[in-house]
T-cell receptor, first 114, second 115 residues
Framework: DTGVSQNPRHKITKRGQNVTFRCDPI?????LYWYRQTLGQGPEFLTY????????KSRLLSDRFSAERPKGSFSTLEIQRTEQGDSAMYLC????????????FGDGTRLSIL | AQKVTQAQTEISVVEKEDVTLDCVYE???????LFWYKQPPSGELVFLIR??????QNEISGRYSWNFQKSTSSFNFTITASQVVDSAVYFC????????????FGTGTRLQVFP
């Protein structure tokens, strides 16, 4: 069990640029989640996948955000035309298929918009 | 609506003191799960415990204990004989409507343990 891996750890970009983050879940986990955490707040749910199917999306996920999980393995989260308000820590988590199993989190990708 | 409230923003204690972190939740679901996570300065959220709504037994794991009371919608976390390594932000989270699987987190309590 190597844990959930996220890349990059930090991303600094100018407003208006596109960014993409990657998450590699724990290998036997079918479910994969994305959360966003801003300073002093708890993580907020963005979306989740069961295998390659995206089953739920939060209203926080505007049309500038898109997430994919091709072949049910790793996942990518892309933000187009970044804005200052997108600055946050983006967290990925994975869990086993059974409902309500604990979600195991990666170290996150910290996004800073200049 | 589902909500988790952690009213204590920050707590400071001296090593070996006991400390309790409060968590109050709101949900209309009859079946739900409650979680505690620890976020040390390194940033990774570490799972501590999961409790389902039908199991009100208190749980103890080493220096950690949890008190779940449905009557007051609370799921409090106590650290006995705190240590400097316990310094972190602790989050309480709710998962309602089994099947959606999204966690709803509180705003966290920052615990600082001084030597």
């Amino acid at each position: 069990d190597t844990g959930v891996s996220q890349n990059p750890r930090h991303k600094i970009t100018k407003r208006g640029q596109n960014v993409t983050f990657r998450c590699d879940p724990i290998s036997e986990h079918n479910r994969l989640y994305w959360y966003r955490q801003t300073l002093g707040q708890g993580p907020e749910f963005l979306t989740y996948f069961q295998n390659e199917a995206q089953l739920e999306k939060s209203r926080l996920l505007s049309d500038r955000f898109s997430a994919e999980r091709p072949k049910g393995s790793f996942s990518t989260l892309e933000i187009q035309r970044t804005e200052q308000g997108d600055s946050a820590m983006y967290l990925c988590a994975s869990s086993e298929w059974d409902s309500a199993k604990p979600q195991h989190f990666g170290d996150g990708t910290r996004l800073s918009i200049l | 609506a589902q909500k988790v409230t952690q009213a204590q923003t920050e707590i400071s204690v001296v090593e070996k003191e006991d400390v309790t972190l409060d968590c109050v939740y709101e949900t209309r679901d009859t079946t739900y799960y409650l979680f505690w996570y620890k976020q040390p300065p390194s940033g990774e959220l570490v799972f501590l415990i999961r409790r389902n709504s039908f199991d009100e037994q208190n749980e103890i794991s080493g220096r950690y204990s949890w008190n779940f009371q449905k009557s007051t919608s609370s799921f409090n976390f106590t650290i006995t004989a705190s240590q400097v390594v316990d310094s972190a932000v602790y989050f309480c989270a709710l998962m309602g409507r089994v099947g959606t699987d999204k966690l709803i987190f509180g705003t966290g309590t920052r615990l600082q343990v001084f030597p």
